[in-house]
Antibody, heavy 122, light 111 residues
Framework: QVQLQQSGPGLVKPSETLSLTCTVS??????????WGWIRQPPGKGLEWIGT???????FYNPSLKSRVTMSVDTSKNEFSLRLSSVTAPDTAVYYC??????????????WGQGTLVTVSS | QSVLTQPPSVSGAPGQRVTISCTGS?????????VHWYQQLPGTAPKLLIY???NRPSGVPDRFSGSKSGTSASLAITGLQAEDEADYYC???????????FGGGTKLTVL
């Protein structure tokens, strides 16, 4: 059974960079069958697809966030990461990592992390 | 304003049938992209309920079913149970935006 475990700070100051990591267990991240993604949900609001990364390091970002998003993968640790730069209050959200069969948000997300509430505040 | 439009809320009594609509456009659902549905219980991560319009992952009861037609999709829940009270989200892909998109979510209340 695949499990995704998220880690990272819950509080980030305005203009700084948000950093989160998702560790995959119960399966290898180095599979050609899946991509690894990030989704966020502002408090009381709906979901927003941020992007995905393949184990090779190839990335696919939501154009609306592309200028501020960087994703990376560490196959030796079976984990992938999200960095979102120059954060402001609207970036306050629960951030989820997830697994998807495809890269562009077209495919379903079958396994999810537990979510991390990240608050942007000084 | 979400690209995919869902009713903010629906309700039904135990045992009844409810449907949740997801309305898109010619650049997403109408373009032939698949629709997926998620159930989100309070304080938890979304759970995949229906994938590729009408398929249920292993473990999802057959009380849940999905369909798609034209620029819209629907999730139907029959034999409503108290445990079905949750938020439900649809997801597809939008070629104009070049990204995956979600509906705004529908809160299901079991009366």
């Amino acid at each position: 059974q695949v499990q995704l475990q998220q880690s990272g700070p819950g509080l980030v100051k305005p203009s700084e960079t948000l950093s989160l990591t998702c560790t995959v267990s119960g399966g290898s991240i180095s599979t050609s069958s899946y991509y690894w993604g990030w989704i966020r949900q502002p408090p009381g609001k709906g979901l927003e697809w941020i992007g995905t990364i393949f184990y090779s390091g190839t990335t696919f970002y939501n154009p609306s966030l592309k200028s501020r998003v960087t994703m990376s993968v560490d196959t030796s640790k079976n984990e992938f990461s999200l960095r979102l730069s120059s954060v402001t209050a609207p970036d306050t959200a629960v951030y989820y990592c997830a697994r998807a069969p495809g890269p562009w948000g077209e495919e379903s997300l079958d396994y999810w992390g537990q979510g991390t509430l990240v608050t942007v505040s000084s | 304003q979400s690209v995919l439009t869902q009713p903010p809320s629906v309700s039904g009594a135990p045992g009844q049938r409810v449907t949740i609509s997801c309305t898109g456009s010619s650049s997403n659902i109408g373009a032939g992209y698949d629709v997926h549905w998620y159930q989100q219980l309070p304080g938890t991560a979304p759970k995949l309920l229906i994938y590729d319009n009408s398929n249920r992952p292993s473990g999802v009861p057959d009380r849940f079913s999905g369909s798609k037609s034209g620029t819209s999709a629907s999730l139907a829940i029959t034999g409503l149970q108290a445990e079905d009270e949750a938020d439900y989200y649809c997801q597809s892909y939008d070629s104009s935006l070049g990204a995956g998109v979600f509906g705004g979510g529908t809160k299901l209340t079991v009366l």
